[in-house]
């Protein structure tokens, strides 16, 4: 999917949405520049045919959108929320503190950045206690799309089976590519 592709579907979110209609997991962005890197955690959830919502939601540019997004994640029906931002990253902790869900945090390198996203993964990785955000790796917003899945696979058998075949698909295909080696 293009980038223009990913406006038109958060603009319809909900639309093809699972049993419920509603989505299941959130995924947010300090800016739509962001969308280049987290577009692959809508991607993972696509494929596993996990109900999604995502849009731009600005610690700094748009606090007041941050806290009612925050606020009313949980009502709304979310089980976790997927936010990424770059520099000074603000937004998953914020939102962490606003929001009895899991928040899964995402640290973006800007283009042209000059600390190759290590500020964005301090900023975010760096929570006190009692206020957590499961960090990943900087720019890897597909591991962030997969721990929603996990989260919500951890309630509901049909996706966990979907993940127990993804892990052994996976397997399998570093074996084959082992054995093409080996030979
Ligand atoms: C952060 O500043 C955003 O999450 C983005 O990674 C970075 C640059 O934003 P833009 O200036 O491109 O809107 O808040």
Do not use: C, W
Not at 98 to 117: E, F, N, Q
Not at 131 to 145: D, L, M, S
Not at 154 to 165: E, F, N, Q, V
């Amino acid at each position: 999917k293009t980038d223009a592709a990913y406006r038109v579907a958060a603009a319809a979110a909900g639309a093809s949405a699972g049993d419920s209609g509603k989505p299941l997991v959130g995924i947010i962005m300090g800016s739509d520049s962001d969308l280049a890197t987290m577009k692959a955690a809508a991607q993972v959830l696509e494929e596993f045919g996990v109900p999604l919502e995502l849009t731009v939601v600005s610690a700094h540019r748009t606090p007041e959108r941050m806290f009612e997004y925050a606020r009313t994640a949980h009502s709304r029906g979310l089980k976790a929320i997927i936010a990424g931002a770059g520099g000074a990253a603000h937004l998953p902790g914020m939102v962490a503190a606003m929001t009895p869900l899991p928040v899964i945090g995402v640290p973006v390198k800007p283009s042209g950045a000059h600390l190759d996203g290590l500020d964005a993964l301090l900023s975010i990785v760096q929570m006190p206690k009692g206020v957590p955000v499961a960090t990943v790796a900087i720019g890897n917003a597909a591991n962030a799309g997969l721990l929603a899945i996990r989260i919500i696979a951890s309630a509901d058998p049909k996706m966990l089976d979907k993940m127990l075949a993804y892990q052994t698909g996976m397997t399998e295909t570093v074996l084959n590519k082992a054995a093409k080696l080996e030979e």
